[in-house]
C-alpha cells in the first residue's frame, strides 16, 4: 500500500438485466488502460478455470464501461444507476450497443497495490457478482477504470450476450 494512501474496504455492486449499438473514444491514461485488461484477463482466468468460455473483448462495451466509472468519479455517486444516464440497459440501448443479456459488475477502492486482483477477488467473493463473471449466457465484456484526484479508483465490467 502506498505511505501516502490508506486502503480502504473496497465496495462492490452487481447487476443482471435482460432484453435490445459504438461510443466515442476519450483519451487513456496508460496505467487504466493496463489496468482494465488485468481485471478481463483475471474475470477470464476464473471462467476458464471453471470450464466456461473466455469472454470476448469488446471495444463498446470497454467505453460505456469507462463511461460509467468516469461518471461515478466525477459525479460522485456509486450504483448501477448513472442518476442521468440510468440504468444499464438503458445506458447499452443510448449506446446502440445490441445486447439480449447484459450485466454488470462495479468497484471502487482507495490504496491497494494490486486493484485488479483485489477487485477479481472481491467479485468472486459476492454472489451476485460471481453469478455475474461465471453466466454461461454472456459472451462479450468490457472494463472501464477512472480514478478521482483523491485517487480513489472506480471499475465498471459490463457483460453482453449480444
Given at each position: 500500500?502506498d505511505?501516502?494512501?490508506?486502503?480502504?474496504?473496497?465496495?462492490?455492486?452487481?447487476?443482471?438485466?435482460?432484453?435490445?449499438?459504438?461510443a466515442g473514444a476519450?483519451?487513456?491514461?496508460?496505467q487504466?488502460?493496463?489496468?482494465?485488461r488485468?481485471?478481463?484477463?483475471?474475470?477470464?482466468?476464473?471462467r476458464?478455470?471453471?470450464?466456461?468460455?473466455?469472454?470476448?473483448?469488446?471495444?463498446?462495451?470497454?467505453?460505456?464501461a469507462?463511461?460509467?466509472a468516469?461518471?461515478?468519479a466525477?459525479?460522485?455517486?456509486f450504483?448501477?444507476?448513472?442518476?442521468?444516464r440510468?440504468d444499464?440497459?438503458?445506458r447499452?440501448?443510448?449506446a446502440?450497443?445490441?445486447w439480449?443479456?447484459?450485466?454488470?459488475?462495479?468497484?471502487?477502492?482507495?490504496?491497494?497495490?494490486?486493484?485488479?486482483?483485489?477487485?477479481?477477488l472481491?467479485?468472486?467473493?459476492?454472489?451476485?457478482?460471481?453469478?455475474?463473471?461465471?453466466?454461461k449466457?454472456?459472451?462479450?465484456?468490457?472494463?472501464?477504470?477512472?480514478?478521482?484526484?483523491?485517487?480513489?479508483?472506480?471499475?465498471?465490467?459490463?457483460?453482453?450476450?449480444?
Amino acid at each position: 500500500m502506498d505511505s501516502m494512501h490508506r486502503a480502504i474496504p473496497a465496495l462492490v455492486l452487481a447487476c443482471v438485466c435482460r432484453a435490445a449499438q459504438p461510443a466515442g473514444a476519450l483519451p487513456r491514461d496508460p496505467q487504466l488502460v493496463s489496468l482494465e485488461r488485468q481485471v478481463f484477463e483475471l474475470v477470464n482466468n476464473e471462467r476458464t478455470y471453471r470450464g466456461l468460455s473466455r469472454l470476448k473483448w469488446d471495444d463498446r462495451l470497454a467505453a460505456e464501461a469507462r463511461r460509467q466509472a468516469a461518471n461515478m468519479a466525477t459525479r460522485y455517486f456509486f450504483s448501477h444507476v448513472d442518476p442521468v444516464r440510468g440504468d444499464l440497459p438503458e445506458r447499452l440501448t443510448k449506446a446502440r450497443i445490441p445486447w439480449s443479456h447484459c450485466a454488470e459488475n462495479l468497484f471502487q477502492e482507495l490504496g491497494y497495490e494490486d486493484p485488479a486482483r483485489v477487485a477479481a477477488l472481491d467479485w468472486m467473493k459476492s454472489p451476485g457478482h460471481r453469478a455475474n463473471i461465471l453466466d454461461k449466457e454472456v459472451t462479450h465484456a468490457g472494463v472501464g477504470a477512472a480514478r478521482r484526484s483523491d485517487g480513489t479508483l472506480f471499475l465498471a465490467q459490463v457483460f453482453t450476450q449480444p
